[in-house]
Every structure is written in C-alpha cells, then in structure tokens.
C-alpha cells in the first residue's frame, strides 16, 4: 500500500491486529518456494505481522516494507530482533532494502492501490527478485467480490474507493482483478499458478460472497518487462 492516512488509522485504532499467519500463506510458500537458511524473502505490507513467525520458523532471511508507521512499531516489538529488517516505506515508489531476494510475498498489500501504483509496485518487485525468483500474492480481489459494484468510482475501472461500510469501510482505494487485468499488470512474470476462490454463504442464503486470487509468478529472463511498463 501507499504511505495512507486511512491505514495508519485502521492500525492506530487497534483494527486489522492480525495474530496468525494466513493459511493459504503458508499452504502457498510451502508448495512453491523453499525458504530455508539463506533464502531472502521479502513481505510487501506486514501489517501487524501475522506472518512473521512461519518465516521465523523457516529460519529464511526475512525483510518486509510497511507503510503504517504503527504497524511497523508492533511488529518491532513483536520481533526485535528484525527490526533493521522491517521498514517503514511506499511499496509503489521505493523498496528500501538491501539486495535481491528469492521470493516476494504480497497478502493483498499492493490490492489497496489504484492501477498505476500496483504497476509502479510490481516494476520494484521484478527489480528485487533474483532470476527464477518467485512473486507470491494472495488475496487479490476479485471482480466478483460481492463489494466490488460498491463503493465509488476510483482512479480507473479496477479501482473503488469510499466504502462507508462493510469489510473496506474507511481504507481509501480497493482494486479489484479480473482475469485479463490481473495478468496484464503481471506481463513482466510467468504466471506458474493462478487460483481463483470464490466463498459465498448458501445458509443463510443472504447474498454474502467474497471472491479472491491466489498466485505464483516467476521471474524470468525471456519474460521481461517492457519499457512501457510500471508507468
């Protein structure tokens, strides 16, 4: 995410205190990556840190940019040991740590800008990445995310903002993925894996359904980025 009022307050204000690393988290790294001693992993947007202990656990070298200053506060006090490791940053103009990494992780980080950051975001991330390196994303929205014809229009087609209620109330730009676009924004990577899941309530039958993207990209040297990209 973009340095954002609106998430330093969701943080301030004790919401979005994930504790547990996300399942599909785990079940993707696990699958499609092998961090271990050595391995560099860098996290797009920690948030309050849920899934610092898994890579701990790995004993990966493990780095994330946050752009919530409180955020990155609970998360030095959660681990300080990694505290020269978490830093404070906007995904989409700058990626400020040292080296190239093995595998990029983003949990719907980079999904609360408009296009052009998200585009801006991925340039970075291609930078980052070690050759055959691994983008790993979960949780991209997408369009037919029950929220998606909500809100107000944002920056483009993708992109809502000023939901007043409901899971996106109060935290600015939400943008939301069909397939075409998703893989659009990605035409720097090889798409390895693309899962799209959908999760909708049948009792009560009351219209609730959410709908989301996981992914595994690679980095590869006959798939690289044009000139034109990350405007």
């Not at 994930?18 to 560099?40: F, K, N």
């Not at 000023?162 to 943008?175: E, I």
């Not at 998703?182 to 798409?191: N, P, S, T, Y």
Request: net charge negative; charged share 25%.
């Amino acid at each position: 995410m973009t340095l954002s009022e609106e998430w330093e307050t969701t943080y301030r204000e004790g919401r979005q205190a994930i504790r547990w690393p996300w399942s599909d988290v785990v079940s993707l790294v696990t699958r499609h990556a092998r961090p271990g001693p050595g391995y560099r992993v860098l996290e797009l947007g920690c948030g309050s840190g849920a899934n610092i202990p898994f890579f701990k656990a790995t004993e990966c070298d493990y780095y994330s940019v946050e752009g919530s200053p409180t955020a990155v506060q609970h998360a030095w006090e959660a681990h300080p040991d990694l505290r020269t490791q978490i830093v404070l940053g906007d995904l989409t103009r700058r990626l400020p740590v040292p080296g190239e990494f093995d595998l990029i992780l983003d949990r719907a980080a980079l999904a609360h800008n408009a296009s052009a950051g998200i585009r801006r975001a991925l340039s970075l991330a291609h930078r980052k990445l070690r050759t055959d390196g691994r983008f790993i994303g979960v949780d991209w929205y997408s369009t037919l995310h029950m929220d998606f014809p909500g809100g107000e229009p944002g920056d483009d087609a993708n992109t809502r903002t000023g939901y007043r209620d409901g899971p996106f109330a109060g935290l600015g730009p939400v943008h939301f993925s069909d397939e075409r676009h998703l893989l659009d924004l990605f035409e720097g990577f090889e798409m390895l894996v693309l899962e799209h899941k959908v999760v909708e309530h049948r009792i009560p039958n009351d219209g609730w359904k959410i709908a989301t993207w996981n992914f595994v990209a690679r980095k590869s040297t006959s798939c690289m980025p044009d000139q034109g990209w990350g405007r």
